[in-house]
């Protein structure tokens, strides 16, 4: 033990105003870590008080407050203690068990201090509360975007950027879940949004689910790669406890694309199949646990149980199409005719990849004549287009075949009511085929003026179905 840790060890703490303070920068440290917050005025004295055999009375009394207040901070305050600390603080322990990190801390040599197999940085500087957007580390974070789809050209989505960035940076929101149909821009839009929060994070991952990697290969990677954990458990459960430990223990953010891929086709949306259960369980766990990281689901698919109607923690995100912004596509695409461009935006519903897919096809059929291309009466879809809308087509219920079949051959949108009666299925199939259709972003549903809600789906979707009769369903 050094000579310094001997004297602490040998003394009582009330008598150290200088290792009062120590205590005190580790605890606003380790709060930092766990929840991005820092220690308040209140927070401070109550463990100052605490630490000097103060009564929460007298705390309260000195500081013009009443007793139940004070009471009720230090109660959540021990409690965000023990979360991060893995172990029950109250105000008997406080002092011992800070202590005792403190000591450690005195004899370790770099800019991390352990203690339970935990980590903190203790070198970051106290940054104004007040700003949601001040900043959350000042390293460069490190980033494992190495599969991630480079973008060449961005526009639009100032709101959904703006949304998500206040989703990050509040510091409880733990998943983030975009949604959205095929080719809308989901990916895109999450790489962009890197850049956009550079000094959030220690950590920015990111992961395609595409080929679907069994959970225990996927968390394996996830350790060893982007996290170069040394040493690697040998069981799920182990793993799973290593990287919420990692979530705890810096502020990370992992971006796990083409989440659908893990779920049933042929069934309602959404639902794991069961080999794949085990992400479930982890996204769960990630949800429930305290910890100030965030795991951000890209899907075209909401994935079940994690609704942001359930908890704070949880937020969903639908995108939809980009609206004007996507006449710099149009413009990249060198289209002719710019007044009619509003109206080919608007047939194709905004979505990015079916209007670049289209203005390759009028560049080849039309020679770029926008005009002559809207002159055709039916919506016509290129090939790409088609083959992308199989692709969906494949995964809906017989069901939502009918559903849809039966949307697409309706002028203006219907009520629930209406599309009950007129499919000749068992109501609570057709009701459960309707919810999943809006799982998949494929229904568009509008408020009616008695509030029931009027179901339509997009005119690309519509004219995919009447032009091809062969369609089973
Ligand atoms: N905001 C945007 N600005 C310009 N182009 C965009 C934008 N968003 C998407 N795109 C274009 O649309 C294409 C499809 O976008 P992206 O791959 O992000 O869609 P996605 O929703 O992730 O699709 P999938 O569900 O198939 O993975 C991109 O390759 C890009 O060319
Ligand atoms: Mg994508």
């Known amino acids: 033990m050094s000579e310094r840790s001997d004297k602490i060890g040998k003394t009582n703490l009330s008598d150290r105003s200088m290792d009062i303070a120590e205590v005190l920068k580790l605890a606003d440290d380790l709060l930092f870590t766990h929840t991005g917050d820092r220690l308040d005025h209140l927070q401070e004295t109550i ?30 305050l021990w409690q965000n203690l023990s ?66 789809p480079a973008i060449t050209t961005f526009y639009g989505r100032t709101e959904e950027i703006n949304k998500l960035k206040t989703w990050i940076i509040e510091p409880h929101t733990r998943i983030i879940t975009l949604l959205g149909i095929p080719g809308i821009g989901k990916t895109t839009l999450a790489i962009k949004l890197i850049e956009e929060i550079p000094d959030q994070f220690q950590y920015i991952i990111y992961r395609s689910l595409r080929f679907c990697p069994n959970i225990d290969t996927f968390l394996t990677d996830l350790l060893q790669t982007s996290f170069a954990s040394s040493t690697l458990p040998n069981t799920l459960d182990q793993k799973i406890t290593q990287l919420l430990k990692i979530l705890r223990q810096y502020r990370c953010l992992i971006i796990l694309d083409d989440l659908q891929m893990l779920f049933q086709p042929g069934q309602f949306a959404g ?101 002559e291309f809207l002159t055709y009466p039916s919506l016509i879809l290129s090939n790409e287009i088609t083959s992308q809308l199989n692709r969906l087509w494949i995964r809906l219920t017989d069901t939502e075949k009918q559903v849809m079949n039966y949307l697409a051959k309706q002028e203006d949108a219907v009520t629930l009511m209406q599309v009950l009666q007129l499919i000749s299925h068992p109501p609570t199939e057709v009701l459960k085929a309707i919810q999943s259709l809006k799982i998949r972003c494929l229904l568009e549903d509008t408020p009616n003026c008695d509030r029931s809600s009027l179901l339509k789906i997009n005119s690309i979707l519509k004219s995919y179905i009447t032009s091809h009769p062969s369609l089973p369903g």
């Open 47 to 76: 463990i100052k008080g605490t630490l000097q055999g103060q009564k929460y009375a007298k705390i309260a009394s000195e500081n013009h407050l009443s007793e139940g207040h004070v009471r009720d901070t230090a109660s959540k």
């Open 83 to 148: 979360d991060v600390l893995g172990e029950d603080v109250n105000k008997l322990n406080v002092g011992s068990i800070l202590e005792k990190i403190t000591i450690s801390n005195s004899v370790s040599s770099g800019n991390f201090i352990s203690f339970h197999q935990l980590s903190i940085c203790s070198e970051r500087r106290r940054s104004p509360k007040s700003s949601p957007f001040s900043k959350q580390t000042e390293t460069k974070p490190n980033l494992d975007l190495d599969t991630a």
């Open 271 to 371: 639902q794991y199949q069961a080999k794949f259960e085990g992400y479930y369980l982890l996204f769960k766990q990630i949800a429930e646990s305290s910890h100030p990281s965030c795991l951000f689901l890209i899907s075209s698919e909401q994935p079940e149980c994690l609704t942001s109607d359930r908890s704070k923690f949880v937020q969903v995100l639908k995108l939809s199409g980009l609206g004007e912004s996507a006449t710099q596509i149009l413009k990249d695409k060198e289209l002719l005719d710019e007044e009619h461009w509003h109206n080919l935006i608007k047939k194709y519903q905004g979505h990015p990849l079916w209007l670049e897919m289209t203005a390759t096809m009028i560049h080849e059929l039309f020679a770029g004549k926008v005009t």
